[in-house]
């Protein structure tokens, strides 16, 4: 079982990139995708998830309104449409499963992919 995520790369801010993440070996349950990112220097953080503890969609305060967390069951994967892009969206990032969002805080306790980089220059 393995998660194996693309569609990163370098774009100037303003721009836009979409990630993918497909399953393979298992088959994505509706709750507990996310999407995961570390930057340079800084600790792995929530970007956003689909909750497994109430199926709500959460958002990092830092990309509310511009990116969009999204699947395809026929597919077995997940999306994470990012536009709007900054410098500070740069880092490795990662999809998950059996993601949880809890009193502010994400946790993961599935599978990692092996992380796609994102680089944002201004």
């Known amino acids: 079982a393995q998660l194996v995520e693309s569609g990163g790369g370098s774009v100037q801010a303003g721009g836009s990139l979409r990630l993918s993440c497909v399953a393979s070996?298992?088959?994505?349950?509706?709750?507990?995708i996310g999407w995961f990112r570390q930057a340079p220097g800084k600790e792995r953080e929530g970007v956003s998830c689909v909750s497994n503890s109430d199926g709500y969609t959460y958002y990092a305060d830092s990309v509310k309104g511009r990116f969009t967390i999204s699947r395809d069951n026929a597919k077995n994967a997940m999306y994470l449409q990012m536009n709007s892009l900054k410098p500070e969206d740069t880092g490795v990032y990662y999809c998950?499963?059996?993601?949880?969002?809890?009193?502010?805080?994400?946790?993961?306790?599935?599978?990692w992919g092996q992380g796609t980089r994102v680089t944002v220059s201004s």
């Open positions: 070996g298992f088959t994505l349950d509706y709750y507990g």
């Open positions: 998950v499963t059996g993601c949880t969002y809890d009193s502010g805080s994400y946790s993961s306790f599935g599978s």
